[in-house]
């Protein structure tokens, strides 16, 4: 097992929604604490009806989509560093994870093209 990954067999500390990521593992996305979601409003409200495609030519869309994921991830994952994202993150996981984030923080429209119904 590679020593930079996660371990996730075993339980995280907090409940949330399991994620497969591009290395093949489920990690559980909890929600955000407090304080994470009054640093994170300005993103999440920004990213809020971004077309994941958005991501394609934007680079500094697709940091602040990592900025947000990570964050919330290191709750469970604190060995996990940002740059670890770029990696984790690809366009078959990226809906099923802002669909977590999103749903469990309570925001009600996720990202356009996550599935959700309108």
Not at 50 to 77: C, K, M, W
């Amino acid at each position: 097992m590679d020593a930079d990954q996660p371990t996730t067999t075993a339980a995280p500390p907090h409940d949330g929604t399991p994620v497969r990521l591009a290395d093949g593992r489920d990690y559980v996305v909890p929600p955000f604490t407090f304080d994470q979601l009054r640093a994170l409003r300005p993103l999440l409200q920004k990213l809020a009806g971004v077309d994941p495609s958005a991501f394609y030519g934007d680079d500094s869309a697709l940091d602040e989509l990592l900025t947000v994921v990570h964050t919330a991830i290191q709750r469970n994952y604190p060995e996990l560093q940002k740059e670890q994202m770029y990696a984790l993150i690809d366009f078959r996981n990226v809906k099923a994870v802002m669909r977590a984030v999103y749903d469990l923080n309570g925001f009600v429209e996720p990202p356009r093209g996550t599935g959700a119904s309108p």
